[in-house]
């Protein structure tokens, strides 16, 4: 399901990526955005989105396997 990514991009970060593709939510307190997740690590991910939230506003991410564990 997920596969690490290659390159020079991931060799700079401190926290190995990953691959994925899952649907997942953002939201701000006001509104929830859609979005599909892409790439995850333990210290951000990647996400592609129509719209984003407002800039400066504080933001929970949520996704069907959040707490599950997924091994390459």
Do not use: N
Request: aromatic letters at 4%; glycine letters at 10%.
């Amino acid at each position: 399901m997920s596969a690490q990514l290659s390159g020079l991009a991931s060799d700079r970060r401190g926290s190995p990526r990953y691959r994925v593709e899952s649907m997942c939510v953002i939201r701000d307190g006001e509104q929830s955005l859609a979005g599909r997740l892409q790439e995850i690590s333990a210290s951000g991910a990647y996400l592609v989105m129509r719209q984003r939230p407002d800039l400066g506003h504080k933001v929970t991410l949520s996704h069907p396997f959040a707490g599950r564990s997924a091994r390459p």
